[in-house]
Structures are given as C-alpha cells and as structure tokens.
C-alpha cells in the first residue's frame, strides 16, 4: 500500500485499524488472562485443536510445526476456531445462521466455554496473546455471508470479503507470532487477500457445485466470461487468459506482502514464510495444469514442499526486500484522527 495505493486497500486497513484499536482501548491498563479450566481439560482442548490442523490442512500443520511448542498450540487452536467456524455454514442456511452466532458467543466470549473443547482452546489462546476479539468478530462476519449465494460484482468487493475470512486470521496469527509494530498490519492485510485469492482460483469448481461464485463479475465479463461457463466447466482461450490475469495479480499481492515477515518476531518468521510461499505455489500447479480447476484440486505434495523449504529458510532468515506499505497505515490513521475529530 502506497501513497497511490487503490482504495480497497485502504478499506481493508481501516477495518483493520477499527479492530486495533477497539481492542487497546478495551485491555488498557489491564494484564492478559489465561483459561481457569483445570490443565487436563485443557490439555485435551489443544489436543482436540491439533488433531483439526492435522486432518484439514496439511501444509498448516507443517508450517505450524517450526514454531516454538507454546506457539505452535496456539496457532493451531486458531486454526481449529476458523475451521470450526466455517464449517458451520454448510447446511441449512435457517439453521446455520442460529448456529453460527451461538458459536460466535460461545467461542468469542470472555470467559472459557468449557463445554466445548475447541471454545475452550481458543479462549485460552485469545486471552493469553491478547488477540482482539474484534478480529474474530469480522472474521464469523464474513464467513456468515456464504450463507447465502456468493456473488462479487468487482475486485473491490471481493478484497472486503477477503480481509474478513483470511486477513483478518492473519492479524489473529500475529498476536501468536509478535510482531515489531504498526507497520506490520498493512503486510498481513495484503497476505491475507493474497492467500484467499489463491483458495478461490484453487475451487472454482467445487465453489460453483454449492452455489457459490467468488470472481468478479466485471472481470469475468471483461474477459468474456459468464456464470454459464463456469457451470461447463469452459476453459478455452477466454478462461485461459482470464486466469493469467488472475494469477498474474495475485503472485504480485504475494510479492508485495511478504516483506511483512520482516516485521514478525524472528522464531515465527520461518513458519509464516513457509505458510505462504507453499500456498502460493499452487498457483504454478494451476497453471502447470492449463487452468483445469474443475477437474483436479491443484495441490502440492510433500516432496514439493521440502524442496522449497531451504529457499524459505533462507528468506525468512536473511530478511526480504522492504516496500513502503506502511505508509498507509500513517494515511489512514491520520484520516481516523480527522474523522474523529468531526471534520
């Protein structure tokens, strides 16, 4: 994000911004909290949030097993809170509604939920790196808008839902991790949408079985492209060249957002180098495979990914190239300041 950035951008920081700073008004003054719940049932609690990890992602599990062993817990009661939580709204529209913000209250309250063993690890893991509950809100915000049809007319609309359900996991990631100031908040924004843009090119077709379309309309049209040809399946020529665009754009919001590693604490840069340099290659498997997303599920197997980890090692150890990202969380703060202030 710079001083020319498109105002999505700068959308998605003031929503970020918004949960920051609701969160240090609230813990001002106030010391972190930890789960009362005695250490077996806890224990079982991480236990229960590691076995999620490891049977929904594997590529989670292994950049999550370079981290310290306290961190590394929490990072993964963190991802068992957003696997939970999105896989609430796969039934009954009616009925994943009321489920959903129950689960919101149970697992975003301020005391532990004792009944319920991801609740519980999570609440335990929010309390003790003081993640702001703010983020966890936007978060079960965004996935609630798959309970209905998903449809994006512009890439601006789809970046909001993006910050919603991926950056803002990113932002939760780095309480765990500790992170160097303000200035790592614009990066982690950016890694998120770059890391849900690769999850929605990845599913198009099982995305469009139930219901759901996340590439923009305009683009598609620009292209064209209409929904009848993702229900078939298409990929001739129109599809090709629209996924090049596509990819195109989002190996760039990697490349712009990866400095951000520099900002983090150094023992979780390795994991979080590693997270996204190996989500972003199935983006090379797409192509590798024409752009057949309806097909196959682009992945990318275990041999891959330990050929990739030396170079992610070396990155995250010896730094990356610094942009000016930054810059605009000074921009947004200071037009914070001004609003506050009535003008």
Same mark, same amino acid.
């Given at each position: 994000?710079?001083?020319?950035?498109?105002?999505? $951008?700068?959308?998605?920081?003031?929503?970020?911004?918004?949960? =920051? @700073?609701?969160?240090?008004?609230?813990?001002?003054?106030?010391?972190?909290?930890? #789960?009362?719940? !005695?250490? $077996?049932? =806890?224990?079982?609690?991480?236990?229960?949030?590691?076995?999620?990890?490891?049977?929904? #992602?594997?590529?989670?599990?292994?950049?999550?097993? &370079?981290?310290?062993?306290?961190?590394?817990?929490?990072?993964?009661? =963190?991802?068992?809170?957003?696997?939970?939580?999105?896989?609430?709204?796969?039934?009954?529209?009616?009925? #994943?509604?009321?489920?959903?913000?129950?689960?919101?209250?149970?697992?975003?309250?301020?005391?532990?939920? $004792?009944?319920?063993?991801? %609740?519980?690890?999570?609440?335990?893991?929010?309390?003790?790196?003081?993640?702001?509950?703010?983020?966890?809100?936007?978060?079960?915000?965004?996935? /609630?808008?798959?309970?209905?049809? %998903?449809?994006?007319?512009?890439? *601006?609309?789809?970046?909001a839902y993006c910050y919603r359900v991926a950056?803002?996991?990113? &932002?939760?990631?780095?309480?765990?991790?500790?992170?160097?100031?303000?200035?790592?908040?614009?990066?982690?924004?950016? =890694?998120?949408?770059?890391?849900?843009?690769? +999850?929605?090119?990845?599913?198009?077709?099982?995305?469009?079985? @139930?219901?759901?379309?996340?590439?923009?309309?305009?683009? &598609?049209?620009?292209?064209?492209?209409?929904? *009848?040809?993702?229900?078939?399946?298409?990929?001739?020529?129109?599809?090709?060249?629209?996924?090049?665009?596509?990819?195109?754009?989002?190996?760039?919001?990697?490349?712009? /957002?990866?400095?951000?590693? +520099?900002?983090?604490?150094?023992?979780?840069?390795?994991?979080?180098?590693?997270?996204?340099?190996?989500?972003?290659?199935?983006?090379?498997?797409?192509?590798? +495979?024409?752009?057949?997303?309806?097909?196959?599920?682009? !992945?990318?197997?275990?041999?891959?990914?330990?050929?990739? &980890?030396?170079?992610?090692?070396?990155?995250?150890?010896?730094?990356?190239?610094?942009?000016?990202?930054?810059?605009?969380? %000074?921009?947004?703060? #200071?037009?914070?300041?001004?609003?506050?202030?009535?003008?």
């Amino acid at each position: 994000m710079t001083a020319q950035s498109p105002p999505w $951008e700068h959308r998605l920081l003031s929503m970020a911004y918004e949960a =920051l @700073t609701h969160h240090s008004a609230e813990v001002n003054g106030a010391t972190s909290r930890t #789960s009362t719940a !005695h250490t $077996e049932l =806890l224990e079982s609690a991480y236990q229960r949030a590691e076995a999620i990890t490891q049977g929904h #992602s594997r590529t989670f599990y292994l950049a999550s097993a &370079l981290l310290p062993a306290e961190k590394r817990r929490a990072m993964r009661a =963190l991802y068992a809170f957003c696997r939970v939580s999105d896989d609430l709204v796969d039934g009954d529209p009616k009925a #994943s509604r009321g489920t959903l913000e129950s689960w919101r209250r149970i697992s975003l309250g301020e005391a532990a939920d $004792e009944s319920d063993l991801v %609740a519980l690890a999570w609440t335990d893991t929010r309390h003790r790196y003081q993640i702001p509950v703010k983020l966890g809100e936007q978060l079960i915000d965004g996935i /609630a808008e798959d309970l209905t049809p %998903a449809r994006y007319e512009t890439f *601006d609309d789809l970046s909001a839902y993006c910050y919603r359900v991926a950056s803002t996991v990113g &932002l939760m990631a780095m309480h765990i991790i500790g992170f160097q100031g303000e200035q790592a908040v614009p990066y982690a924004i950016k =890694l998120g949408v770059a890391l849900q843009l690769t +999850n929605i090119l990845r599913d198009v077709g099982e995305d469009w079985e @139930t219901g759901r379309l996340y590439l923009p309309r305009e683009e &598609l049209d620009a292209f064209g492209l209409a929904p *009848d040809d993702i229900a078939a399946g298409v990929t001739d020529h129109r599809w090709g060249a629209f996924l090049r665009f596509q990819i195109e754009r989002n190996r760039q919001l990697y490349s712009e /957002a990866m400095p951000g590693i +520099n900002y983090l604490n150094s023992e979780g840069r390795f994991a979080i180098g590693a997270a996204a340099d190996l989500y972003k290659a199935i983006l090379d498997d797409i192509y590798a +495979n024409q752009g057949d997303v309806f097909n196959r599920r682009a !992945h990318i197997g275990l041999a891959g990914k330990l050929r990739r &980890l030396p170079g992610i090692w070396w990155r995250s150890t010896f730094g990356y190239p610094t942009r000016q990202l930054e810059r605009s969380l %000074a921009s947004v703060r #200071s037009g914070e300041k001004l609003n506050s202030e009535g003008l």
